[in-house]
């Protein structure tokens, strides 16, 4: 009975220790931007929306500037009515500037401690000025949930890999892996995805049109996705494919030789086709000119790899996955560029529209 | 055996050193105005009856009792019980019998006014209601006949559906001033004689003035009597009744009370409607399945809400953020008193609604409903999004078939909240084990409460959360530990070869 006792008063006692953050008296940030000042002291841009009781969204935006990143949080809270939490972070951005000189680690580590930040917190770098993109008035949305959905759908459906908080830190620890991030623009009033920031550790070094967003993500995974490639078929015709399944195979058999062969087979269905007629003889045509074409892409863009020293394509954790015993990762970074890489695609066309 | 403990308390009682005889007695009775006396001496013989006009069929009396007489000149108390045509007389000169019997519709005749020996012929009156529709567990196919007052009537309703010898029925008479007859039912070589005798033991344990109701027993009886939950079925419908009988469950019925107890339970009986038998096996579980999430919904959907805006913004999707933030942006209160004043209301349009005449509480719960539902959120009160939450948590209280069960399912909803405001899930989880703690402690006539969930019996499970089809039935529960487990073969029913 006295230990009930106990319990009950300790039960009432302690809960006053709890924190609570009642979801109207707190201000979600749910994007955050950082940018390198003139004077190299760093910005940081926080955005809570406002959620007005007739439904209208109204974005604060939380302008600081200060030598580190974490005196900017807190003074973050100095200019808002409510205090700011940060669980609802969808998304971080940063300057190419920052993202060239300084490197995110000492940015994104901060996240990542947070234990109220979710792991699926998206990063990307962006081209235009963070702060000009966070004002931007995107009509009646919340400019994190916004900006972070364009990411999303196109990372579940289109041609962006996965770029959120637990593959950036996967790839930044792990052997034979090096990060990249979408870059972002801002258009007028609209963002846009306009390429992939390929990252050594965490500094950028080189980055991808968004033309080649499709052949990256041929070489890096296993995908279907929504989105079409057309081709050139040469005499002003144009073919465009729309992707059901990609599949991408890493040889790793003559290893041992310093060969690595990819091979690559995606499924499609010609959606639009601007010749006349399509016979099999027109739909192989197809087929071998965008394997061409994405094979020459590839092979491109893997030297470009090479020659950087960087492995976006994970190669060397495949490898890594291979080997028995220890895996020498210094020894691999030197081999990795003389490596003979090849690339192979098989496109297949399975249909070629209902008309026929 | 507790007739002759009732007896030996009459006499205290009644028999005070003055009632030492009949003439006494009847001295003592003529003081209350119902009650008649007159002398006859259409037999040649002259003789007395007494009675009390409330209790006794006068035309019975008149038919049956005063004319046979005439016809037959009856002459002496042994010429009365052979020619009066009513089974059942008594010819005695115990004074405690005939004070017993005088008061449930017995006559007393005698031929001398200061003789002991009397007569007493069974002639009640029978004032109650003819049987009706079950109420609370209306089912829309199946039996249309619902216990009603008289005891006698719902046993008859019983034995209609179970016409064996091995029914048997012990009868016991509780209350020093109710002497309510109590009947506990139970088949012989199918029912565990251990709960038999449980019941038997409890029920003789009972020493009380009054009981009014069979919900009075079931109170005294119950296992655990600080629980908020029911630990006995209770069922107004005879075919339920006789159903739990076969399986091998013990039914109480006592006089005055329209409503039986079965027992020994399990806290997956008091989702299951009779109904649940009448309709095809995947009908039934569907509904069955749909009772259970309701009771979860009702009782965890508002602490959910208070522990989520208190505590867990994270947890909200970003598509319902701004849904939720902006119909609690007016609100000044904080989300758990904005629950509890909901809370508040529902539970009082509930309780003015069983309070007031049917038609009065109709008016009320539209009143209640629309006006003060709308007005506290144009008032800025509550949420609107609040207020469906808490609509339909009370709404999904009310599919629970037992009455009983459906209050307290409301009623834990509190201690959850309050949990949910002081330590948010994590108050909900604690206040969780909490509740399953208490219900794995619970017993039902010793038998436990939580199977067949805990302790785990599947064979138990072809009834319980989903109702497999009948001829899956072959056994009765292990739960109610029968002495005959089988309750049919299932190969013999198997037409389909």
């Not at chain 2, 834990?412 to 206040?431: D, K, M, N, Q």
Request: glycine letters at 6%.
């Amino acid at each position: 009975m006295k230990l009930r006792i106990l319990l009950c008063v300790c039960m009432l006692i302690l809960s006053g220790c709890v924190e609570n953050s009642i979801v109207d008296d707190i201000q979600m940030v749910t994007v955050i931007g950082y940018e390198k000042t003139d004077d190299g002291k760093l910005k940081g841009i926080a955005v809570a929306p406002q959620f007005q009781a007739n439904g209208n969204v109204e974005n604060s935006v939380f302008v600081e500037t200060a030598q580190i990143s974490k005196e900017i949080r807190s003074q973050f809270n100095t200019e808002s009515p409510k205090p700011l939490v940060s669980g609802k972070l969808q998304l971080a951005i940063y300057s190419k500037k920052i993202a060239e000189e300084d490197g995110i680690m000492e940015l994104t580590d901060t996240l990542q401690r947070d234990p109220s930040i979710g792991s699926r917190t998206f990063l990307a770098v962006s081209n235009s000025d963070p702060e000009a993109m966070l004002r931007t008035n995107f009509g009646n949305v919340d400019t994190g949930h916004y900006i972070h959905s364009i990411l999303e759908h196109n990372s579940k459906y289109g041609m962006l890999p996965e770029t959120n908080l637990h593959n950036f830190f996967y790839y930044y620890f792990s052997e034979g892996n090096d990060p990249f991030l979408p870059l972002i623009d801002l258009e007028e009033d609209k963002v846009k995805i306009t390429g992939l920031v390929l990252l050594k550790k965490d500094k950028m070094v080189s980055e991808l049109p968004a033309d080649d967003l499709f052949t990256f993500k041929i070489l890096y995974e296993n995908f279907s996705s929504n989105d079409s490639y057309t081709t050139d078929l040469g005499g002003g015709d144009h073919a465009s494919i729309y992707n059901i399944a990609s599949k991408r195979d890493i040889d790793l058999k003559k290893i041992k030789k310093n060969k690595i062969t990819i091979n690559g087979k995606v499924l499609g269905v010609i959606k639009e086709y601007t010749g006349e007629e399509l016979n099999t003889k027109v739909k192989e045509k197809i087929e071998k000119d965008m394997e061409e074409e994405v094979e020459k892409k590839g092979r491109e863009m893997i030297e470009k790899f090479q020659e950087e020293g960087i492995d976006p394509l994970g190669l060397g954790n495949a490898v890594r996955s291979v080997t028995r015993g220890k895996f020498d990762y210094d020894e691999w970074k030197q081999r990795y560029t003389d490596i003979d890489i090849k690339f192979n695609m098989e496109v297949v066309i399975t249909e070629s529209g209902v008309i026929e | 055996m507790c007739g002759d403990c009732m007896f030996q308390w009459l006499k205290k009682r009644h028999n005070p050193d003055k009632l030492k005889n009949l003439p006494q007695l009847i001295a003592n009775l003529k003081t209350s105005g119902d009650f008649l006396h007159f002398k006859s001496e259409k037999t040649g013989t002259a003789f007395y009856i007494y009675y009390f006009k409330t209790l006794v069929n006068e035309k019975e009396l008149s038919e049956k009792v005063i004319e046979p007489m005439g016809k037959h000149k009856v002459a002496s108390l042994a010429d009365v019980k052979e020619n009066v045509p009513i089974p059942g007389i008594i010819i005695t000169d115990d004074l405690s019998v005939v004070c017993e019997k005088v008061m449930v519709g017995y006559l007393i005749i005698r031929f001398s006014e200061v003789s002991d020996e009397c007569a007493l012929i069974p002639s009640p009156t029978d004032i109650s209601r003819k049987v009706a529709q079950p109420e609370v567990e209306f089912t829309v196919v199946g039996s249309k006949e619902a216990f009603v007052e008289s005891l006698d009537k719902n046993v008859h309703l019983i034995r209609k559906r179970l016409p064996v010898h091995e029914l048997k029925a012990y009868e016991l008479t509780i209350g020093k001033l109710t002497h309510t007859k109590v009947v506990v039912l139970y088949l012989e070589g199918i029912t565990n004689q251990e709960n038999v005798n449980t019941v038997k033991e409890r029920l003789n344990s009972i020493h009380v003035d009054q009981v009014v109701d069979n919900s009075i027993i079931m109170q005294y009886i119950t296992d655990d009597k600080n629980s908020p939950f029911p630990q006995l079925v209770d069922t107004e419908r005879p075919d339920r009744a006789a159903s739990g009988l076969c399986e091998g469950k013990v039914v109480i019925l006592s006089e005055g009370s329209p409503q039986a107890l079965l027992g020994p339970t399990t806290f997956v009986e008091f989702f299951s409607a009779f109904e649940d038998y009448f309709v095809n096996w995947i009908v039934a579980s569907t509904a069955r399945l749909i009772r259970i999430f309701a009771v979860l919904f009702s009782i965890l959907v508002t602490p959910l809400y208070v522990a989520t805006l208190t505590y867990h913004y994270e947890l909200i999707p970003s598509d319902l953020l701004s849904t939720l933030v902006s119909s609690r942006q007016q609100i000044p209160l904080p989300p758990i008193l904005e629950a509890i004043f909901l809370e508040l209301s529902i539970e009082l349009l509930r309780e003015a609604g069983a309070r007031l005449p049917t038609k009065v509480g109709q008016t009320i719960g539209i009143v209640g409903g629309i006006v003060i539902g709308t007005a506290s959120v144009e008032a800025g009160l509550t949420s609107n999004v609040l207020l469906i939450i808490v609509a339909l948590a009370a709404l999904a209280s009310f599919t629970t078939p037992v009455y009983r069960m459906g209050n307290t399912i409301r009623l834990i909803r509190f201690p959850f909240l309050l949990f949910a405001h002081l330590w948010g899930l994590l108050g909900v989880v604690l206040c969780f084990s909490f509740l399953l703690i208490h219900l794995l402690r619970l017993k039902s006539l010793g038998r436990p409460f939580l199977e067949p969930i805990y302790p785990l019996r599947v064979k138990d499970l072809k009834d319980a959360l989903i109702r497999l089809p009948l001829n899956f039935q072959t056994k009765r529960p292990i739960q109610l530990q029968t002495e005959d487990t089988v309750r049919f073969e299932k190969d013999k029913n198997d037409f389909h070869e």
